[in-house]
């Protein structure tokens, strides 16, 4: 199981990112999938995930602001983030873990992890 994130970058504030996770040596829809992100020196903190029957989570205070869906075509997982804002600066990370995560939200709950993708928000 190997799980490649991509679609950082840098953007000015109020723009949007759509992130991709690909997976490589398991089938998505077997697995549930969260996107977490780590600021530096604060702790990593789940923002969205995907469970394997397809019911989508969402940070209570971003949900306005985010869209995950799966592309199976492409067979990655997709997390589109708008309306970005200097605090939003931080590395992403896709997390799985196979059928149910126990608590979508926590990084406990899962088992494979992608390496990051930075992303930063400034003027």
């Known amino acids: 199981v190997q799980l490649v994130e991509s679609g950082g970058g840098s953007v000015q504030p109020g723009g949007s990112l759509t992130l991709s996770c690909a997976a490589s040596g398991f089938t998505f829809h077997d697995y549930s999938i969260a996107w977490f992100r780590q600021a530096p020196g604060k702790e990593r903190e789940g923002i969205s995930s995907?469970?394997?029957?397809?019911?989508?989570y969402y940070k209570e205070t971003m949900k306005d602001r985010l869209t995950i869906s799966i592309d199976d075509d492409k067979l990655v997982v997709l997390l589109r983030v708008s309306n970005l804002q200097p605090e939003d600066t931080a590395v992403y990370y896709c997390a799985a873990v196979w059928r149910y995560a126990l608590f979508w939200y926590s990084p406990r709950s899962y088992n494979h992890w992608g390496q990051g993708t930075q992303v930063t928000v400034s003027s």
């Open positions: 995907l469970g394997h029957d397809g019911t989508p």
